[in-house]
């Protein structure tokens, strides 16, 4: 039901007003993932997860380090355009062949930045691929609500 690609799956879309310019907001959220990503409930390592990080180019990792020192790869930079937008393929605690794709895209105005997140390709999970969207919709808003809260104390 809804899962076959020919059916389609609704990406899920999210939008944010910050109150930061442009390109702060996209360095905050690329640069210094590691400053405002909810760690301890967003990663694969939960608890045992120390940092995190966005290496700022086309290809470039998205990853967690452990404690341990050990790195979990959540995915791959696609589209590398600051400061206006970035891409990454999505896979946390999976492989590469059930990535899904993110899109952000930072429009700069008097006073701030939209961010409008659009996360794709929920037919590579197969049947898990509508729970897994659910559980996406919402904590998109969790993650993105922590990122706006950094943002209020860079200021």
């Known amino acids: 039901m809804g899962t076959s690609p020919e059916a389609g799956i609704k990406p899920v879309e999210k939008q944010i007003k910050v109150r930061l310019n442009q390109e702060a907001a996209f360095q905050l959220f690329t640069e210094g993932l590691g400053r405002w ?40 930079v696609t589209e590398w355009d600051p400061p206006e937008n970035v891409g990454f393929e999505w896979y946390p605690g999976r492989t590469p062949e059930t990535a899904q794709q993110v899109s952000i895209k930072f429009t700069g105005s008097d006073d701030g930045t939209l961010l409008e997140l659009v996360h794709t390709g929920w037919e590579t999970l197969g049947e898990k691929a509508e729970a897994t969207r659910g559980g996406y919709d919402s904590g998109w808003d969790f993650v993105l609500g922590q990122f706006t809260e950094a943002t209020v104390n860079q200021r």
């Open 37 to 76: 990503w909810p760690l301890s409930s967003y990663s694969v390592g939960m608890a045992k997860a120390e940092s995190c990080r966005m290496e700022g180019q086309v290809g470039g990792r998205i990853y967690e380090v452990m404690e341990s020192g050990e790195e979990s790869e959540w995915g791959r």
